[in-house]
């Protein structure tokens, strides 16, 4: 066959195929010109187009409306969180008491001492996250003289006004707030002179809170409450005055009384007090029963009013509580609602009945020659000792510290009760949806083992226990931190402190 024939045939071929199948050429290509306006109007409002336009938009509105409502149905259905209550800074962290200034700063061989020695002590003391430091008393005090006492005079011995400036500035700057003791009498034979110079008194008191509150002082602390004459008078004028200059300003009322209605009658007049209402339970070896009723009628008298957490108004835990259970008291004042107040060295155990050892202010053991060359002291008695130490008190009470001024359940949480044996004292603290923390503390002299169960009727949000919680601290360091322990068989160790955590369960 030809060539001419064979270009026939497949033009032939090429015209029998249906015209989408065509191979379009270049010409073809540069005729199309797709449709013009007029007919895509035509074709767009054609009744099938109008119809499909319709449905999709009415789709996509419906799907709009199908998740808006279920975004709805999600916020509504979720737990709503609990409006935080209002807090103070006196309320975030326990309150360092230093009443004795030259017993804080040891026997110095640099002559730093009083106000000065004080302000170099302040990294160790932020170390201890302490929200406040209660000085002195520190001004001029002539024992027993009221014309020789003078509350708006620093004590040339302790330092100079200047001095103080410096201390206050520089506590500042590390977020420690700086509470001024003005009990006017604190050599003398009563606190608050005779009785019939109670006016007189009175009127000096208030100058002076004027002064130094005008002066960068956070707040003021009187001791001995229970001497006034007129306690409830004078304390409402202090406590208005206090405030009146700032809001932020604390008045730390200390009394030794120890009946549950002496102390009520104070509480209105007072930002925090510190009591000997455990003292005498301190000084025995009593049960977790007794603890717990002691807590429990001293929470529920002060109703909503704050609570504070002390041994005595001035005095230091481990002269007060048996030794083997020191710890555990350090994890209970750190773990109940309220401020815990601690005095110097409590946080490595310091205690008066040492050699060498003033009764009343004992000398802060910053290591093994601070009672000078002739009184050597054990190396874990003091803060040297114990600083590097992860099994150390001062570790430990650095570690409850930290926790109670971040978790909200320990900030300012619910408390409960859980039912235990006589020995034992067990109760949960939580707040909404934030990690929940046990505490179960064996005050008995053995091993106890507890099936800890929620009450029934408990008040507040519903709780339940898990089968087991993480072990955040024990004070006799029986179990590694971060086991698993039965909640439904925990066993105590006497004299043991326990700490557990538990996440929130919807």
């Known amino acids: 066959m030809s060539q001419e024939a064979e270009v026939d045939m497949k033009e032939v071929e090429l015209n029998e195929l249906e015209p989408e199948k065509q191979p379009m050429n270049a010409a073809a290509a540069a005729k199309f010109t797709g449709l013009s306006k007029e007919e895509l109007l035509k074709v767009a409002g054609s009744p099938a187009w109008v119809r499909t336009r319709w449905a999709l938009l009415l789709l996509f509105w419906l799907g709009w409306l199908g998740m808006l409502a279920g975004a709805v149905v999600i916020i509504v259905q979720a737990p709503r969180c609990r409006e935080l209550p209002t807090q103070r800074w006196w309320h975030q962290g326990p309150v360092y008491r230093l009443g004795a200034l030259k017993a804080f700063q040891g026997q110095p061989s640099n002559g730093t001492a009083g106000l000065a020695?004080?302000?170099?002590?302040?990294?160790?003391l932020s170390t201890l996250k302490v929200k406040a430091l209660v000085l002195g008393p520190i001004h001029k005090n002539v024992q027993d003289d009221l014309g020789g006492t003078d509350l708006q005079q620093i004590d040339p011995a302790l330092g100079t006004l200047q001095d103080f400036t410096n201390l206050l500035l520089e506590a500042k700057k590390k977020n420690i707030h700086i509470v001024l003791d003005l009990t006017p009498n604190y050599r003398g034979r009563s606190s608050w002179f005779l009785p019939h110079q109670s006016e007189e008194v009175n009127e000096r008191m208030k100058e002076a809170l004027s002064f130094w509150l005008n002066n960068g002082v956070d707040g003021i602390q009187v001791l001995d409450v229970q001497n006034l004459t007129d306690a409830s008078s004078a304390l409402s004028q202090w406590s208005n005055?206090?405030?009146?200059?700032?809001?932020?300003?604390?008045?730390?009322?200390?009394?030794e009384a120890s009946e549950l209605s002496q102390?009520?009658?104070?509480?209105?007049?007072?930002?925090?007090?510190?009591?000997?209402?455990l003292e005498d339970f301190g000084r025995r070896s009593s049960s977790g029963r007794e603890l717990k009723d002691l807590v429990t009628s001293y929470?529920?008298?002060?109703?909503?009013?704050?609570?504070?957490?002390?041994?005595?108004?001035?005095?230091?835990?481990?002269?007060?509580?048996?030794?083997?259970?020191?710890?555990?008291?350090h994890?209970?004042?750190?773990?109940?609602?309220?401020?815990?107040?601690?005095?110097?060295?409590?946080?490595?155990?310091?205690?008066?009945?040492l050699p060498g050892q003033p009764a009343e202010a004992p000398i802060m053991l910053w290591d093994e020659k601070t009672l000078g060359p002739s009184e050597s002291v054990n190396l874990n008695m003091t803060v040297q000792g114990q600083n590097e130490n992860p099994g150390s008190l001062l570790s430990?009470?650095?570690?409850?510290?930290?926790?109670?001024?971040?978790?909200?359940?320990l900030l300012h949480g619910d408390f409960l009760v859980l039912p235990t044996t006589d020995d034992l004292f067990a109760y949960?603290?939580?707040?909404?949806q934030?990690?929940?923390?046990?505490?179960?503390?064996?005050?008995?002299?053995?091993?106890?083992?507890?099936?800890?169960?929620?009450?029934?009727?408990?008040?507040?949000?519903?709780?339940e226990l898990p089968e087991k919680a993480a072990l955040m601290l024990s004070t006799q360091r029986s179990h590694p931190e971060g086991s698993l322990l039965p909640l439904r068989q925990l066993t105590v160790a006497p004299g043991e402190g326990l700490l557990l955590k538990f996440p929130y369960v919807a």
């Open 117 to 124: 020695g004080v302000k170099a002590r302040l990294d160790y």
């Open 241 to 255: 005055l206090t405030h009146s200059i700032s809001e932020d300003n604390v008045l730390i009322v200390g009394t």
């Open 263 to 277: 102390l009520m009658s104070l509480l209105n007049d007072t930002d925090l007090l510190s009591s000997s209402y």
């Open 299 to 329: 929470l529920d008298a002060t109703g909503g009013h704050w609570c504070t957490w002390t041994y005595s108004q001035v005095g230091h835990l481990a002269s007060l509580v048996p030794a083997h259970l020191l710890r555990l008291y």
């Open 331 to 353: 994890l209970l004042f750190f773990t109940l609602p309220g401020t815990p107040i601690f005095s110097y060295g409590d946080e490595i155990g310091l205690q008066a009945a």
């Open 396 to 409: 430990e009470f650095r570690k409850l510290s930290d926790s109670r001024g971040k978790e909200r359940s």
């Open 428 to 432: 949960v603290r939580r707040w909404d």
């Open 434 to 463: 934030n990690e929940r923390f046990l505490v179960v503390l064996n005050l008995g002299s053995s091993s106890r083992q507890t099936e800890l169960k929620v009450p029934p009727g408990a008040p507040g949000q519903k709780l």
